[in-house]
């Protein structure tokens, strides 16, 4: 009796194996018994003492219970999102994350019977659970593989060789600042701050992003334009790490309330250092951080890398030779204004010009180039700035940006008695620049009488020269994408694709620009009060090409995608 009322406790996957004829009903029970006695999960038993192979236990789990049969050899342990499951929880239950999808957590199961599993699963992660058979020779494998992985990543980061590194606040290397605090360079959160800047930097990243959340705290990098998580880690380390970057950037680290500026200088080697402008904004769980990365060589890779078209580059090069009068570069934040405006700077930098420059904050520093760093709180405004430089005979004047009226007719005024001065406003593109002029209130005749030329433009990513590959559009996308119908068939659209030598296919950014010449016509639409559209249209006329035109080229020419150029153009 009593071994007929224990073979009546056979349920599960023991049962499906017994009816499909992979073990008898004896033999289950008692593999069954001898698994619990050891304490191990009945498939890890049967695998592991070769009494039956994980494939078949798999292709019965699968057909039983109508769950889709997944190879996890097609995985590998980066792509996992191991740490949404703590590995206590992933070893007791043997189980393993796959996929996340919104709320939706795939977890990877040789049992799919174990319902316990699953319920406490979704009730750590708040998540809703969907399990997937695997193979359980490969899941145990893989477990193994993912939290070595996870570890591993982690312990790099806080144990690599980053001693040599020198790291202070402001503009000059303060060695003072090294020596009063002997023991900081060994405490962890310290190295794996600075194996984040230096990853960041090797990368070619522009800037870091330290997010705190509720249960996680995120990194991201910036790479041409695009954020990628980097990693997450410990909540815990959130307040750690933004205590370290302030101290750093010489912030205040006990105001946790209000946004702070800082810089910082990493030191390289002793002919290298890098700058990183730092902010702190409190968010509802901690402070979040973004540093921007300062290349100085940002400003000096030459007028024919930008990527004018040869009339931009025509149009932009006659117009910074003038003696006198206004250039305008208008675009989003990231759009590389400022590397465009420090490329002209480059060019007018000689011996005989005296060039000043008001900036919020200075992001490229230049030899022979006096710059100055706008600070509101103690009244050097951009406007005051600009009354300093009228009165040291300058003439190059950059402005960072016009914000406002004051700044706005200074810059005119300096514009039209013999300065040449460029400066950046926040448009979609050229013609609208003027409008916003108008509105701020510069009247129109100051207006047609100073400004020379107003360039838009956007960053787009390039395609890898090693895997972008051809693409074959219909001719009613080409068409409604902005291509004429006599251009089909004469050029190559690619696209991209991946490999170890980009990020998705792109590697790098070029610029797509709208270089717009203030036109005696421009100019007679501007005294009559003319509108954007007016203005637009006879731009157009004179031959001046759009954003979406510029970006249309670049995709004929294969720099870019046409998916790309509807990311960065689209209205």
Known sequence: ????????????????LVKEGLLTESDAQLHLEDALQKKTHFISYLVSN???DSLSIANVASKEYGIPLFDLDAMSPDMMPIKAVSEKLIRQHHVLPLFKRGNRLYLGVADPTNLQALDEIKFHTRSSTECVIVEEDKLTRMIDQALEAAEASFKDLVD?????????????????SESETPDIDDAPIVRLVNKFLLDAIKKGASDIHFEPYEKTFRVRFRHDGILHEVTSLPVNLAGRVAARLKVMSRMDIAERRIPQDGRIKMALSRTRAVDFRVNTCPTLFGEKIVLRILDPTAAQIGIEKLGFEPEQQQNFLHAINKPYGMILVTGPTGSGKTVSLYTALNILNTADRNISTAEDPVEITVPGINQVNVNVKT?????????????????????GEIRDLETAEIAVKAAQTGHLVLSTLHTNDAPQTL???MQMGIPAFNIASSVLLIMAQRLARRLCEHCKKEENLPPEVLLQAGFREEE????????????????????????IY???????????????GGNVLQLSEQAKREGVADLRESGLRKVKAGITSLEEIDRVTRD
Do not use: H, W
């Open 1 to 16: 009796m009593a071994i007929t009322a224990t073979k009546l406790q056979l349920s599960g996957l023991a049962k499906s």
């Open 379 to 399: 009244g050097l405004t951009f406007a005051e700035a600009l009354r300093a430089f009228l009165r040291q005979d300058p003439d190059v004047i950059m402005v």
């Open 435 to 437: 409008n916003r002029l």
């Open 488 to 511: 089909l068939g004469r050029f190559t659209v690619f696209g991209p694709v991946g490999c170890d030598k980009c990020v998705k296919g792109y590697k790098g950014r070029v610029g």
């Open 514 to 528: 709208q270089v717009m010449p203030i036109s005696e016509s421009i100019n007679r639409i501007i005294l009559e």
């Open 50 to 52: 070769n009494i039956l």
């Open 160 to 176: 690599a060789d980053l001693d040599n590194l020198r790291i202070t606040g402001g503009d000059e290397i303060d060695q003072q």
